[in-house]
């Protein structure tokens, strides 16, 4: 015969201890912390590197390794916003616009750094492609939203004519 199994006096502690624990945990993830994005930094570092180099304020295709010439021309910059500046200013609608017709890349001064590869040609264009799709697809959406919206204030209108009427109609029988 098997023994009755007694609760072991530690095992609440345990278990209280662990779900203090996972709470505290999730407590922390859970808690919002200040915003620290460094999006809008790079954006003013992308507005100098604009200014400063207009080939990039040009929206020309950069020479592969733009980045090195950067780091050379202007030392002691953040190599990670740096990193974000060049991501914002290579998928924007100008700069895949003008990678998707371009035959040369261009360096800092502006000279002739290469060809752009038939492979970076087709990423352009697949990647407006997609962006052009999706803005349809939002008016398109929009559109229908209105739609409805309009639809929907159209049929209150005829409600409220049909009551005024109805209204009107057994108002006058007294």
Known sequence: MIAASRPCPH???VVSSRSTLLATRSLSMNTPQPSTSPIPAARALLKQLQEQFPVLGEFKP???GIDKQIH???PGIDKKLLRIALSIQTSTMRYLK??????TRFNLDGTAAGTVDETHHKHASETLRERFKKMAEQKKALEAEKKAKEDE???ERRRME???QLAEKFSSRR
């Open 11 to 13: 095992a609440a502690f």
């Open 62 to 64: 950069l020479a592969i």
């Open 72 to 74: 050379a021309q202007v």
């Open 98 to 103: 003008a990678m998707e017709k371009a035959d």
């Open 153 to 155: 204030a159209r049929a």
């Open 162 to 164: 049909k009551l005024q």
